[in-house]
């Protein structure tokens, strides 16, 4: 029998989970032990820095997602909807792209859905600073002190991101 290769074996993990777009298990989904946010600073598509510690004292979305992922596409009208309505109460939306070829791809796609708040090129190395990526989408609430209140893998409907936003506005 042959053997996928390891980066094939990940996408294939990756792509199934995206496109089942089940919530996680309970332990990994919803409200988590509070933890610190990674101190990372990144690059935004126009070059400026995007540093996740200078966010503290907002509460913040952050989103891994990637263009091809389905349930990644129909959460990004609640991000912008959310970021227009909570972004005057102190509320900031960043999106993690970890898309191949991110650079060439992201500009005219960030255009074309009208994204209203940062997106950065992802990496492991970002990934592995969360804890690992596992699935997509993966979207951390982060509270105004810097630590991570929440943690869904797949999608999540507005209403249930929002009630996690709204308690800590």
């Excluded at 989408?137 to 943690?151: C, K, L, N, Y």
Aim: charged share 20%; hydrophobic share 45%.
């Amino acid at each position: 029998m042959a053997r996928l290769h390891p980066l094939a074996l990940l996408a294939v993990v990756l792509l199934v989970g995206a496109c089942q777009a089940q919530p996680a298990p309970p332990a990994a989904s919803g409200q988590t032990e509070p933890v610190a946010v990674p101190p990372l600073e990144l690059t935004d598509l126009d070059g400026h820095p995007v540093s996740l510690a200078a966010l503290k004292g907002k509460v913040v979305i952050i989103d891994f997602w990637a263009t091809w992922c389905p349930p990644c596409r129909e959460a990004i009208p609640d991000l912008i909807d959310l970021k227009k309505q909570y972004g005057g109460q102190g509320l900031e939306v960043v999106g993690i792209s970890l898309d191949d070829n991110a650079e060439r791809i992201l500009p005219r796609f960030v255009h074309d859905f009208g994204i209203n708040y940062p997106v950065v090129i992802g990496s492991e190395e970002v990934a592995a600073a969360f804890g690992g990526i596992l699935g997509l989408p993966t979207t951390f609430i982060v509270d105004r002190a810097g630590m991570v209140r929440s943690h869904f893998m797949g999608y999540i409907d507005r209403q249930r991101m929002e009630a996690a936003v709204t308690g800590l506005l």
